[in-house]
């Protein structure tokens, strides 16, 4: 009896060792804690029911113990808001980079060998001051041209370049105002019965499509990260600051 019980509880043991498994699950409340700030994510979005991923689970277990990837994956059920943020509109989808910054699409071969590559490559963080192993040898360099850089330089290209950004989100923004404007005067000219009736729904349509375009571009603008060179100035300038 006493041999039936260890036989069973050591294959149990085995059972659940083989169930276990290395990729993050990401939902709910805890979609953005279960990854730790300066981890980078691959993020596989999977609908309801689908079959477990066996390449999937071999590439979360060949990077196991690196702490600096985190493999993961989400289920798309009616709950997931992560899934519409991130306009997920096929499955499965993958994505990869900053969780709690802007992840970018992954449409390559989904071999393990090719997932493997890219992982090791390509899926990593933003470059900062602070977190430089993230940095090629390309960022590295400009990281030391900025800290040679005299602070007073250094001071007035950040500004330049802040202006740009604003300038460039007030054009954008002015476009969305300008689109709706045209909007609303076809729809009252429609309304008010002033010219005639199938012009008024072309000048509409065609309102409507410049609305459209402009919002999207809007967005697009939203989305960009800050240029790399600013946001490093930036943070070394606070370094400097704090000297």
Request: hydrophobic share 40%; proline share 2%; aromatic share 8%.
């Amino acid at each position: 009896m006493k041999f039936l019980l260890l036989t069973s509880f050591a294959l149990s043991s085995v059972l659940d060792s083989s169930s276990a498994s290395n990729v993050r699950q990401l939902s709910g409340e805890d979609y953005f804690d279960a990854v730790s700030d300066t981890q980078a994510v691959f993020v596989k979005f999977s609908e309801p029911g689908s079959a477990k991923d066996s390449v999937w689970e071999e590439l979360a277990t060949a990077f196991a113990d690196n702490q600096r990837f985190v493999i993961a994956e989400t289920v798309c059920d009616e709950g997931n808001d992560a899934c519409l943020d991130n306009n997920v509109e096929s499955f499965p989808s993958y994505q990869y980079g900053d969780l709690l910054g802007i992840l970018s699409k992954y449409d390559g071969p989904t071999d393990l060998e090719s997932l493997k590559e890219f992982t090791s490559e390509s899926v990593r963080l933003r470059c900062t001051i602070a977190d430089d192993h993230w940095c090629n040898a390309e960022e590295l360099l400009l990281i030391d041209r900025i800290r040679e850089m005299p602070f007073a330089e250094m001071e007035e290209k950040i500004e330049l370049m802040n202006s740009a950004e604003e300038a460039e989100y007030d054009e954008a923004e002015q476009k969305v105002q300008a689109a709706e404007s045209l909007l609303a005067d076809a729809e009252d000219k429609l309304e008010n019965g002033v010219g005639e009736r199938r012009l008024a729904e072309s000048e509409i349509a065609d309102a409507e499509k410049a609305v459209a375009d402009a919002e999207a571009e809007f967005d697009i603008l939203m989305d960009r990260e800050e240029p790399l060179e600013l946001e490093l100035m930036e943070e070394i300038a606070m370094e400097r600051d704090e000297e």
